[in-house]
């Protein structure tokens, strides 16, 4: 059964300006023809298609029974993210969600759906000591200090002045203040001496899962591209996975579809750790596609089928790559 509203499977296409700019080249179509067999035009009809605009609550302000009612109030209707009790897709006359007051307040958080999944699947309770590897805007920030009831302590990391400053505002318009920030490449961040509970990596990716919302994606892609971030990205996994506690827990995620960014980064942290690593089924109600195996001349290990990969065509949001990664003890 289709987990998504059917008012909200139906597409609208993006303007042919915005097509223009988001012509696809030969060999992305050949290998994401290859990757996708029958289902390649759905991906594309999907990824020029608008999407819908979706907010998560602001717990730590306002319950999700308050928020609901001032904005059904206001002529919007929500609609439930099934995989995040605090997210909803949001329809009204106006899309400017943005310019409204409870968006001043801090009362919600302006965030695609599937971007809502890695925080959910990492869990971070009260009390834990939790590393946001690479944090700004600040969306999983806030929405962990939110689980969290501002109780423990979010190091949130990033890597430069300018990403910070989105960071900071959003922390502050949200209240979250359990959030210590700092700014590293992520490769140097062993220097803290700190091990924690709790880690996600939402790593830097190519982000062709979010060419709907950035058309652009596909003009800069390239295979070369794709290789280069994926190889920061095991980088960036390594790191995290040795300031993690025995027995901790790390999300890695990307906003990519690329097998090279999201399977082949999981295959070779198991490669490199065989008995500390366990990949964690990820057990949510999301509409999911087969993880892949096999990709060019590279096979990857069945643990990888416990990730959860979506596409936009799967549940009509940006695709998203999740795994849940334990250190054994």
Same mark, same amino acid.
């Given at each position: ?30 290998? #994401? ?6 289902s390649? @035009? *759905? ?28 904005? $059904?109030? $206001? ?8 995989? !995040? ?7 009204? @006359? ?6 409204l ?7 919600? #958080?302006? =965030? ?12 971070? =309770?009260?009390?834990? &000591?939790?590393? *946001? ?9 806030? =929405?962990? +200090?939110?689980?969290m ?6 190091? +949130?990391?990033d &890597? ?9 505002? /959003? ?11 700092? $700014? +590293?490449?992520? $490769? ?29 994606t ?10 280069r971030?994926?190889?920061? =990205? ?8 040795s ?11 990307? !906003? ?10 999981? @295959? ?16 949510? @109600? ?7 195996? /096999? ?9 990888v089928?416990? !990730? ?14 999740? +795994? ?6």
């Amino acid at each position: 059964m289709d987990l998504i509203p059917q008012q909200l499977r139906q597409l609208t296409p993006l303007p042919e300006a915005d097509k223009a700019r988001a012509s696809v080249k030969k060999d992305f179509e050949q290998r #994401y023809r290859h990757l996708l067999g029958s289902s390649y @035009d *759905d991906f594309i009809r999907y990824s020029l298609s608008y999407l819908n605009k979706s907010i998560r609550v602001n717990t730590l302000k306002i319950t999700v029974a308050e928020l609901k009612e001032r904005l $059904q109030k $206001q002529g919007f209707s929500l609609y439930q993210v099934p995989w !995040c009790k605090e997210g909803f897709w949001v329809k009204g @006359d106006r899309t400017d969600l943005g310019n409204l007051v409870e968006h001043t307040l801090g009362y919600f #958080y302006i =965030q695609e759906a599937a971007s809502m999944i890695p925080a959910v699947v990492l869990n971070p =309770q009260p009390g834990e &000591i939790v590393l *946001d590897m690479c944090a700004s805007p600040g969306s999983k920030t806030t =929405q962990m +200090a939110a689980m969290m009831g501002n109780n423990g302590i979010i190091v +949130a990391n990033d &890597i430069s002045g300018d990403r910070m400053k989105p960071l900071g505002i /959003n922390l502050q318009r949200i209240g979250a203040m359990n959030v210590v920030e700092s $700014q +590293a490449r992520g $490769q140097q961040l062993h220097r803290l001496g700190t091990k924690f509970d709790k880690i996600l990596v939402d790593a830097p990716c190519s982000g062709t899962g979010t060419i709907r919302k950035s058309p652009e994606t596909l003009k800069i892609w390239n295979p070369l591209m794709v290789r280069r971030l994926s190889n920061q =990205q095991k980088s960036l996994i390594d790191t995290a996975f040795s300031l993690l506690k025995s027995g901790g827990t790390m999300v890695y995620s990307t !906003c990519s579809v690329e097998p090279e960014e999201n399977e082949g980064v999981i @295959d070779w942290l198991l490669q490199k750790y065989p008995k500390e690593v366990s990949v964690e089924e990820i057990k949510l @109600d999301i509409n999911r596609s087969n993880p892949i195996l /096999n990709f060019e001349k590279s096979s990857y290990s069945p643990e990888v089928r416990k !990730c959860l990969g979506i596409w936009p065509q799967d549940n009509n949001t940006e695709g998203f790559f999740v +795994a849940r990664i334990r250190k054994n003890e």
